[in-house]
Every structure is written in C-alpha cells, then in structure tokens.
C-alpha cells in the first residue's frame, strides 16, 4: 500500500534529504522554532502593503469558508477557526509545487512569496499574552504549528527548516506504523496541552500516515478588567430560535460603543467590545428572514467594511450603542474536504487509485502523497465573565475632535437566531459562525 501524507495543519521546509526516527513510541522533539513573540504596536504600524493584503487575504478567505463549512453540520450552533483552517493550508501550500500549489494559493487569496515572507508577522500578530497589575495573565490568544512524521519517512531537511523559520512550525517524530495507539495519544495529548484542554480527542490518524501537520489556536478574552460578569438587563426578552420556538428571560449588557447599527438589507449588524480590543460581531435577520439568508459571503465581506459612524452630521448628534446579547456555546468537528474542493483545491484530494502519481509535494517529500480529509474542530464559549474558545485543524494524508453637541444611546438587542464573527484587534476574523438555540 502506498503510504501517505495524513494530518495537516502546520507547516514546511525543506532540500536536502534526511530519514527521521522516533524513539518508545510516543514522540519525539526534532525542532523547535523560535518562541513567537506578539507583533508590537509600532511593528505592527510599521508593516507594509504586502503584510495588510495577507490579513484581507485571510478575510476574504473566512468570508467565502465560513458560510460552506457552518451548512456542512447538522447541530443548531456552529462555531469555525477560518483563521485556523487558512495557517494549515498555507503550510499545504509551502510544500506543495505545480498545480497543487497554485489551486491552494488560489484559494489562499495571495502568492507564494507574500504568504512565505508575511506568515511569521501575521502570525505574531495573533499571538498575544495580556496580563493584570501582579503580572498574571487574565487573557490570551496562543497559536500553535507542528508537523508530526513517522519513523523512516524521508522528508527534506530544508523544507522543514522554513517551516521552522518562517512559519513557527514544532517538529515531531511519531510511529504511526508500528505503535499507531501511541502516535494517536501523543497527537492527541499535544492538541490537548496546546488548547488548554477545550480539545481533547482522538484523530485516528492511521498507519499509513507518513507525516501529519497541525494548527491550533486558543482565545481566553475577559470583558472588564476586574474580570467581573457582565451585568444582566432587568427586562426579559423574548428569543426567537432557529426552529421558531421563544425562550424569554434577560440578557447580557454589552458596554455602549460609538456607533451605530450597521443595515446590510437583510439584516441589521452591531458589535461588543471586549476589555483587550477583540470585537464580537452580532449579524441579526430582520423579520422573516431565515439565519441561511443572512450568514453568507456576500454579507460577510460587507461587514468587513461596514460602516458604524456614530456622528450624524444632519443632526450633529453622536450616537452610542450597546448590544444586549445572550450567552451561548458553538462548536464545529467535521471534515471540510467538500467546501475546499468548491473553493478550487482539486488536485490535493485526488484519488491515489486513479492518479498513482499524486498530488505534487516534492518541496517536502519524494513520496507519492494524497490529502485523505482535513478535519476541522473548534469550539466556543460566551458568558457573563468573557470568551473562550479553541481550534484545531487536521489535514489528513495517506500517501474627530470636535465636541458633540448631544448624545443619544441605543440599545442593540439580539433577539432572535444570528450569525457571528469575532475579530481581533486588527480586524481578522478568529471565529465566526451561527447561533439557533440558547
């Protein structure tokens, strides 16, 4: 049997040849890159056009993934990392050539050099650590590359070391063929450790897996500085869930942000704040309108650039807004093979039976190789004290100044089944997805 390329999510390198063992069976520590230091504010100023496409290409990347991917499950609340899901093929793409690499920088939105110089900055400028007044940290967002390959696989040296280099990338060696429960362990106590334990399952990565890459990614974000809960309304509002039943009772108070309710036809949009910058974007149908017809690339890319001005200079009144939202859990475990293919990746999953030659993956390996699935689990919670989430993605192989004159504030009130999208501080989405039942 042909062997293969299995999990995926992490990154490349790679020249000369060298074959890698794994000692006991569980795994073994090859590399490791150096520690990924969070992009500083005046870095992050400093940064050009090539690094500001990379974060628009990771966007519009996350618009077109997010809708696909959220109709794929069957469960009423779905979470997604497009974020994470963009890392992982970025580091397929790093070392795939010919016409695989062109179909995955294709529907990475950006070439091959501008992914391979800007991937270590962007990645830098997710990566972040904040911490109180004692020096403990009260919220991060932790990142994670790794490629995992199994005993006697011969892989270029090089082309790991860019994926050490240039893309954070751990090197791990693990015995898939021989001790295949303990590969799967070690894989799954690793996942486990890199998203504080919101993670914890086996990926049945099997025998015939020649190397495995994979990205994870953990938010823990607070609300206030004092870490306290948001407050509740004093008022009971009736939610209206995907299957048309209501559930009444109060919901969270979001702090009043300048601005104001952004229209995008079918839908009304507003965000919460959270205490490090990181912005909860609320997508909301109007009446009669179902949840499918709102969350969809169309609407997404629109509120990438919405408008939330809160000055109306008819009036010359300034306006702030606050989001009364309820707390809610989302989650996502499936395989996305489908929606990738939709978005133009065909020749990384094509069949080994009827193409014997494989995909092209030269830049890290002469083995003849075929994405099998990338799996993709994620997970996410909302509640009074803050956000936590965490992501994992898989691809498996085998083989103004002037002072207002009046303010006016407004409530922005989450009602009914909606969409969502958390972003950063810049502006990437991290998270995104639909929310039927509370």
Not at 16 to 45: F, H, Q, W
Not at 202 to 231: H, S
Not at 250 to 265: C, E, H, K, T, W
Not at 352 to 357: F, G, I, T
Request: glycine share 8%.
């Amino acid at each position: 049997m042909t062997r293969i390329f299995k999990i995926f999510a992490a990154s490349c390198a790679g020249i000369m040849l060298v074959s890698l063992s794994a000692c006991g069976g569980n795994k073994t520590t090859l590399g490791k890159p150096d520690t990924a230091v969070p992009l500083s504010y005046i870095e992050r100023r400093e940064k050009g056009e090539a690094f500001d496409s990379l974060l628009s290409a990771s966007n519009a990347f996350a618009a077109r993934f997010s809708p696909k991917a959220a109709a794929l499950s069957e469960k009423q609340n779905v979470a997604l990392s497009p974020v994470s899901v963009y890392m992982a093929l970025a580091l397929a793409a790093q070392c795939a050539s010919g016409e695989t690499a062109d179909e995955l920088y294709s529907a990475l939105n950006a070439p091959r050099e501008t992914i391979r110089t800007e991937f270590s900055d962007f990645y830098r400028s997710l990566t972040a650590e904040y911490t109180d007044s004692r020096g403990k940290v009260e919220a991060r967002v932790d990142l994670g590359n790794s490629i995992w390959i199994n005993e006697g696989t011969t892989v270029r040296e090089n082309c790991v070391q860019t994926l050490a280099t240039d893309y954070h990338c751990h090197s791990y060696a693990a015995d898939f063929l021989h001790d295949n429960a303990g590969a799967n362990k070690a894989v799954q106590n690793f996942v486990k450790e890199q998203t504080h334990g919101l993670i914890d399952q086996e990926f049945k990565l099997t025998d015939d897996t020649l190397f495995t890459l994979i990205n994870t990614l953990y938010l823990k974000e607070i609300w206030n500085r004092k870490g306290d809960e948001l407050p509740l309304t004093q008022t009971s509002y009736s939610f209206k869930q995907g299957d048309g039943s209501e559930k009444t009772g109060p919901l969270m108070q979001g702090n009043y942000v300048s601005g104001r309710a952004f229209d995008g036809g079918n839908f009304t949009s507003f965000f919460t704040r959270t205490l490090h910058g990181y912005q909860l974007h609320f997508l909301v149908p109007k009446e009669g309108v179902p949840l499918s017809e709102v969350f969809t690339e169309e609407a997404l890319s629109a509120l990438q650039t919405a408008d939330y001005g809160g000055y109306d200079e008819e009036t010359d009144i300034y306006y702030g807004t606050r989001c009364l939202f309820p707390a809610y859990e989302a989650d996502f475990d499936a395989a996305v093979d489908d929606v990738l293919k939709e978005m133009g990746i065909g020749r990384f999953f094509r069949d080994p039976e009827l193409y014997p030659d494989g995909c092209e993956f030269e830049t890290l390996t002469d083995e003849k190789v075929f994405c099998k699935k990338v799996q993709h689990v994620a997970k996410l919670k909302v509640e009074r004290r803050g956000i936590e989430g965490a992501a994992v993605t898989v691809v498996e192989m085998d083989g103004a100044e002037s002072a207002p004159i009046e303010y006016v504030y407004e409530d922005f009130v989450v009602d009914r089944a909606f969409g969502f999208v958390l972003t950063d501080p810049y502006g990437v989405t991290l998270f995104s997805g639909v929310v039927n039942t509370i």
